[in-house]
């Protein structure tokens, strides 16, 4: 079983700057994508971004040239560095990271106030 911890989440007015983090622990393992979703208040769970172990990387159209996501394939770690954070930016972020399944974090609050 692969374990997500994630850490990095709080409260920032607009126009400040978060870094995620997420670390997989467990079982060896294989993963493929990792990436980060969100979910705001009284809305669906949306795609923010996600980076393949190989390095290819895809974002939502709204956090384009300013979130950027990385990872360190050797410690299974995956970051979300959001810079010009917008109150349209809050909500419950989460990581997640694929083997034959997708493995999701507990989830941490982004709110940014205006």
């Known amino acids: 079983q692969v374990q997500l911890v994630e850490s990095g989440g709080g409260l920032v007015q607009a126009g400040g700057s978060l870094r995620l983090s997420c670390a997989a622990s467990?079982?060896?393992?294989?993963?493929?994508?990792m990436g980060w979703y969100r979910q705001a208040p009284g809305k669906q769970r949306e795609l923010v971004a996600y980076?393949?172990?190989?390095?290819?990387?895809k974002y939502a159209d709204d956090v384009k040239g300013r979130f950027t996501i990385s990872r360190d394939n050797p410690s299974n770690t995956v970051y979300l560095r959001m810079n010009s954070l917008k109150p349209e930016d809050t909500g419950v972020y989460y990581c997640?990271?694929?083997?034959?399944?997708?493995?999701w974090g507990q989830g941490t609050q982004v709110t940014v106030s205006p």
């Open positions: 980076r393949s172990v190989g390095g290819i990387t």
């Open positions: 467990g079982r060896a393992f294989r993963i493929d994508d």
């Open positions: 997640y990271a694929d083997t034959l399944q997708r493995h």
